[in-house]
Nanobody
Framework: QLELVESGGGLVQPGGSLRISCVVS????????IGWFRQAPGTEREGVSC????????NYADSVKGRFTISKTNANNTVYLQMNSLEPEDSAVYYC????????????????WGQGTQVTVSS
């Protein structure tokens, strides 16, 4: 059974940094791609970033390029999203998800989700 558990969300001031984590079980990170998505109140869920099974391919939404970095540690079954220079517009529930592949241009199509972690950027 696939399971994804996010953690590390919280309240941070504008310009600050936060790292959120996604621990997976029921599969290994060299078998599926992993993506981060977010959803703010009243908006549709949007793709933020993804990383391929090999880790050699990543994708970022234009709104987070240069500020966010996705990485993973296969040995710990954990995927990270390092978020720097955070803005109030980054406030959302952040979800990790599983997909078959991560494309550097088009991102990832998810088929299984975690429960999400809240990130709030506010002074």
């Amino acid at each position: 059974q696939l399971e994804l558990v996010e953690s590390g969300g919280g309240l941070v001031q504008p310009g600050g940094s936060l790292r959120i984590s996604c621990v997976v079980s029921g599969f290994t990170l060299d078998y599926y791609a992993i993506g981060w998505f977010r959803q703010a109140p009243g908006t549709e869920r949007e793709g933020v970033s993804c990383i391929s099974r090999s880790g050699s391919i990543t994708n970022y939404a234009d709104s987070v390029k240069g500020r966010f970095t996705i990485s993973k540690t296969n040995a710990n079954n954990t995927v990270y999203l390092q978020m720097n220079s955070l803005e109030p517009e980054d406030s959302a529930v952040y979800y990790c998800a599983v997909g078959m592949a991560c494309d550097s241009q088009s991102g990832m199509r998810p088929f299984h989700w975690g429960q999400g972690t809240q990130v709030t950027v506010s002074s």
